[in-house]
């Protein structure tokens, strides 16, 4: 009886210890915005300043918190900021201030979901065998049907088909007599189309400008890694040919928030945001600073994959160097730092 009466006061004050602990944390974290404006807590960024992170405020420019350690931010408000401080994860919510501490839930075999047979929505497509097929074929949908097995990868399946003008195509990758796996564009006969004739070690669509009539891909002939010089080998190319950017950007481009593109090389010698959506520069590759990630603030949760949802959030890019990291506006015309390390 005794045993049971001391394991229920143990757990009762180790639930109270645990308690007053987040407490403690939560009201340490709520100091950090005491000067914050709580109607626009969207303004609130962090910097950082020798692997020690404050905030500041980008409407008035004033410091909220001088840097101190342990306490990082990973996603700003957008509209749930979140971090980690003392090894506690948090999450501050900018419509109501609320601040909530986040843990791991302890691992349970009761926990573990079952393992249920996926349901396929589309059908799994047939190799041909035929030595004189050299194409593809899809079904009433659009999805494919069969291939040639000259087109069947060591793991994947190097074949992708879209419609263009009324027409099936796709882009179609193939083992080349190096050993190495280089990528055209076919018809449903196989037939190689004119700028397309299997040269390029990467191509795939631009998911932010394609249309039916209007499609366009991004190109790389060559893998380069040089720190020193723009990778001249990427770019993009429609399908009559036509070329954007070709020998300007610094690394090969993937979508990072609302179809821009922090694109820079691997030592971040040359950065740049990249407009994949319209193809162009918002920041030319440049030298000066090293852009590294992009970020945003937004009263709503937003879609970053969507581009249609950019005007809705205020967009910052990431710069770092010299012990220091901070944001910037996209105008390159505002630093978001303390007046005095500026």
């Given amino acids: 009886m005794k045993i049971k009466l001391y394991t229920i006061l143990f757990l009762s004050f180790s639930l109270f210890s645990f308690g007053q602990e987040d407490l403690k944390i939560k009201n340490e974290i709520a100091a950090f915005f005491a000067k914050a404006d709580k109607k626009n807590l969207q303004s609130v960024l962090p910097f950082e300043v020798n692997n020690k992170v404050g905030l500041i405020d980008a409407v008035t420019k004033k410091v909220l918190l001088n840097p101190i350690k342990n306490f990082q931010v990973n996603t700003l408000f957008n509209p749930v ?3 980690y401080y003392k090894d506690h994860e948090f999450a501050v919510d900018s419509k109501n201030f609320k601040i909530t501490l986040k843990k791991s839930p302890t691992s349970s075999p009761d926990l573990v979901p079952t393992m249920a047979e996926p349901k396929r929505e589309k059908p799994d497509p047939k190799i041909s065998y035929d030595t004189n097929f050299k194409g593809f074929s899809v079904d009433e949908f659009g999805n494919l049907k069969t291939y040639a097995r000259i087109y069947k990868g060591d793991i994947f399946l190097n074949l992708d088909p879209f419609k263009y003008k009324g027409k099936y195509y796709a882009i179609a990758g193939k083992k080349m007599a190096d050993g190495k796996t280089y990528f055209g564009i076919i018809d449903t006969d196989g037939n190689t189309q004119p700028n397309f004739d299997f040269v390029y070690s990467q191509l ?4 932010f400008a394609k249309s039916e009539d209007d499609i366009w891909f991004i ?4 893998i380069n890694y040089s720190c020193e010089v723009l990778l001249e080998s990427a770019f993009f190319i429609n399908m009559e040919g036509k070329e954007k950017l070709r020998g300007e950007m610094p690394n090969y481009p993937s979508s990072d928030i609302f179809g821009l ?5 691997g030592c971040i010698k040359y950065s740049s945001v990249l407009d994949i959506e319209k193809m162009d520069w918002i920041i030319k590759p440049q030298s000066k600073i090293k852009i590294r990630w992009m970020d945003y603030t937004s009263k709503t949760v937003l879609d970053i994959k969507k581009a249609s949802d950019r005007n809705k959030a205020k967009i910052y890019i990431k710069v770092f160097g ?6 910037m506006d ?5 630093k978001y730092l303390p007046a005095n390390i500026k």
């Fill in 330 to 334: 996209l105008d390159l015309k505002t």
């Fill in 322 to 327: 010299g012990g220091l990291t901070y944001y």
């Fill in 81 to 83: 900021m979140t971090g």
């Fill in 204 to 207: 795939s669509f631009n998911e």
């Fill in 261 to 265: 593109n922090a694109n820079c090389s």
């Fill in 219 to 222: 190109a790389n002939a060559s």
